[in-house]
């Protein structure tokens, strides 16, 4: 099994450090793991990603080129995944010139935020679930930048019936170890509110 997958954002929505947690909740669960970062061209501006691939075996190429899922923090990230760029949320477009996401293989999971991205993505072929992440962070959590921790707990409801499932658990130790001790437990809640929305995305789905 090797699966792969991409968290990204705008500069600033801490897509590096939440793809660094998934990484290191999957190694809690035993996988072979490998994550590597891009960053935009300027400090605070550009999107940035962070790829995880996971396997159940030693990983011999650690960039990925399929992706399994991907989680898009803003719409900047989301017109830098389509490849169709020119034509997108273009009524006269043709079905052959319809979004899609580069890089991604049909079926993947793509979770994103419900507020933040308009995502016109066919669910015919990819499986959707918007979430109103930032929004969780900032009215539930009660600090924005934690949307995307919330954003993990969403991929972690879907994960669970792929064939890369992780634990809450896992996810749990990871944020331990990862984020200084004054903000673990804001992080956690943040984690447990985006596990909470995940499950009413999927309700809807």
Do not use: W
């Not at 159940?56 to 989680?71: G, H, R, S, Y």
């Not at 993505?121 to 929004?135: E, F, H, M, Q, S």
């Not at 809640?189 to 909470?196: D, I, M, S, Y």
């Amino acid at each position: 099994m090797r699966y792969e997958i991409r968290v990204i954002g705008s500069a600033g929505q801490g897509s590096l450090l939440a793809a660094y947690v998934l990484a290191a909740a999957a190694v809690q669960e035993g996988y072979h793991v490998t994550q590597t970062a891009t960053y935009g061209a300027a400090m605070r501006s550009g999107t940035s990603m962070g790829d995880v691939v996971i396997s159940n075996e030693p990983i011999d190429f650690p960039k990925v080129f399929n992706l399994d899922a991907v989680v898009i923090q803003s719409q900047e990230a989301y017109d830098e995944m389509v490849g169709g760029k020119p034509v997108r949320l273009d009524p006269e477009c043709g079905e052959k010139d319809a979004d899609v996401l580069v890089n991604v293989k049909d079926g993947a999971i793509v979770v994103f935020d419900a507020d933040l991205v308009q995502c016109d993505l066919d669910a015919n072929r990819y499986r959707l679930i918007a979430a109103p992440i930032a929004r969780t962070a900032t009215e539930v959590v009660g600090k924005r930048q934690t949307m995307n921790i919330v954003a993990l707990g969403v991929l972690q409801v879907a994960l669970e019936s792929s064939e890369c499932p992780i634990s809450e658990e896992s996810f749990i130790k990871a944020i331990e170890k990862a984020v200084p001790s004054r903000f673990v437990e804001l992080n956690k809640k943040a984690f447990a509110e985006g596990v909470k929305i995940g499950k009413e995305a999927l309700n809807r789905a």
